[in-house]
């Protein structure tokens, strides 16, 4: 208010006089009469507010002139249906929710409505009880921080989910009470000692119950009136991780049982689940800082986490590999692009002292899990976070690859390789074109090793299988196919594999 005379009140005896003064009023000065800052009820509001038909929903100005306080009616059954308008009617302003949720905290109302709700129940009074499921879902809207808490609290959650049980446009209650306190078990994987992290896992997940179960958004204008509660679960997922980061005792007690090949199959699922749910909370972390995703990824490097690959994805139980490949994306997706993970599981694949090179094979399985575009995490932005994945795979790991390594290591290399043709085809092209990649990798032609030279022709061929023109000319202009013919010519007329697979290749080209 700017003036004197926009401070002054307005009275008329009947409502349609009070709108016709009003509308002059806002045609003078500019206004739209529907927005007016310091009323944030409705004429029906003041109408009911005198004589016998009063809801009991009164507006007072406020002695500092800051707008106008709300008075809630009483809590009681017959006013159920004006509390559920008044709050449906608040969505539209954000001042007026925001007032309305103080309202609710400094009343106590939400220890009023879970009376109200028990009562209700134990009488069957299933019009009020719809109406409650409303008030319910309402509160949770109003969008504010401190009676988010409220509701959450051991006090009045297990009502309030009641209350949401009653959804009207369900034939039967929902049994989200039943669900949650008597099915749902909380099984200790681990043993956890910090009462703060079991009480933050408990309430995270009953929370996620309620937005996922109870609350599902139907609109994007009901998502963004959920944000608080959003918030609050991004939050509690942070302090879950660090808690965890913390407990060093259970952190060592997950790897090391993780390791144990003497590990039932089962406990290693739970463990690997454990632990891919961990990793799943850490991508709420900040990149940075004493608690962020750097820091996460160092505790996991500092437990030796690359060790617990092979036993998980060499398991029998699907689940159990399944977790270990989310677990191992988003760990690389997580990771410091300085240190990629990739090139540490290249590094254990490439320095397995196992003469039969089983860790490295196992790890040639891990890594090709990977880097298949089908694995990666499914989310809003994977299309945009695939490219940049594979973008630093191939700028900072692929040269890692195929450095000189002995013939057998050069072979699951290879292996790799045509994965990647065949996976990633506009990074793969980009590569190979600019590396070279093709002449090099058919320099292995001139080995001693049959089975290497095959692999290097098996290559070849699954690159000219793609039908690339690209391909096509690169081979052209730098003379690829050389290295073949010589290889052809140096092979004589010994009829062997190598002889039948150069044949087989160029009658391939020929068709």
């Not at 078990?185 to 996922?212: A, C, G, M, S, W």
């Not at 000189?404 to 699951?412: K, R, V, W």
């Amino acid at each position: 208010m700017d003036t004197i005379y926009q401070k002054q009140q307005v009275v008329s005896e009947n409502k349609s006089g009070c709108e016709d003064i009003w509308e002059k009023i806002c045609q003078v000065q500019g206004r739209d009469p529907e927005q007016h800052p310091d009323f944030t009820g409705s004429y029906e509001d003041l109408d009911d507010s005198e004589g016998n038909g009063s809801t009991g929903i009164v507006y007072t100005q406020r002695a500092a002139g800051g707008g106008a306080a709300i008075t809630l009616p009483p809590c009681e059954v017959n006013t159920l249906a004006d509390i559920e308008a008044m709050l449906s009617n608040s969505f539209g302003s954000a001042a007026l929710r925001e007032k309305l949720a103080i309202a609710v905290e400094n009343q106590g109302y939400v220890a009023k409505l879970c009376d109200v709700f028990r009562m209700c129940e134990d009488l069957e009074h299933i019009e009020a009880l719809h109406t409650l499921h409303q008030i319910a879902r309402n509160l949770f809207m109003l969008n504010r921080n401190t009676l988010l808490e409220i509701l959450l609290s051991e006090k009045h959650f297990k009502d309030i989910v009641g209350m949401l049980e009653y959804d009207p446009a369900e034939p039967k209650p929902r049994k989200h009470r039943e669900f949650l306190f008597e099915k749902a078990r909380f099984r200790e994987v681990l043993p956890i000692h910090n009462e703060e992290l079991r009480q933050k896992i408990h309430q995270t997940y009953r929370v996620q119950y309620v937005q996922d179960v109870c609350l599902p958004a139907p609109s994007l204008f009901e998502e963004n009136l959920l944000s608080v509660l959003n918030s609050h679960l991004f939050f509690n997922r942070i302090d879950i991780v660090s808690l965890l980061q913390d407990d060093k005792q259970l952190l060592k007690d997950l790897f090391d049982q993780l390791k144990d090949s003497e590990t039932t199959p089962e406990r290693r699922k739970d463990l690997a689940m454990f632990l891919k749910e961990f990793c799943c909370f850490s991508t709420s972390l900040q990149p940075n800082g004493p608690q962020g995703r750097e820091s996460f990824y160092k505790t996991l490097m500092q437990n030796d986490v690359l060790a617990t690959v092979e036993p998980c994805i060499m398991s029998k139980d699907a689940q159990t590999r399944a977790a270990t490949v989310e677990m191992f994306v988003m760990i690389v997706e997580i990771n410091p692009q300085s240190q990629l993970l990739l090139n540490k599981l290249i590094d254990y694949m490439l320095t397995d002292r196992d003469p039969e090179l089983t860790s490295a094979a196992t790890m040639v399985k891990v890594m090709q899990s990977l880097l298949d575009p089908d694995n990666m995490i499914a989310t809003q932005n994977a299309k945009s976070e695939r490219h940049e994945f594979l973008t630093f795979f191939y700028r900072r790991s692929m040269e890692t690859l195929y450095d000189y390594h002995c013939a057998n290591q050069q072979a699951m290399i290879i292996d790799i390789l045509c994965f990647c043709f065949e996976h990633h085809a506009a990074h793969m092209r980009n590569y190979c074109i600019n590396n070279k990649l093709l002449n090099r990798v058919l320099v292995l032609l001139k080995s001693k090793h049959h089975f290497l030279a095959l692999s290097a022709l098996r290559l070849f061929r699954r690159v000219v299988q793609l039908k690339d023109e690209f391909y096509f000319r690169y081979t052209i202009r730098d003379d690829v196919m050389r290295p073949i013919v010589e290889c052809f010519k140096r092979n004589g007329h010994r009829y062997n594999l190598l002889n039948s697979a150069i044949i087989e290749l160029f009658e391939f080209i020929r068709m």
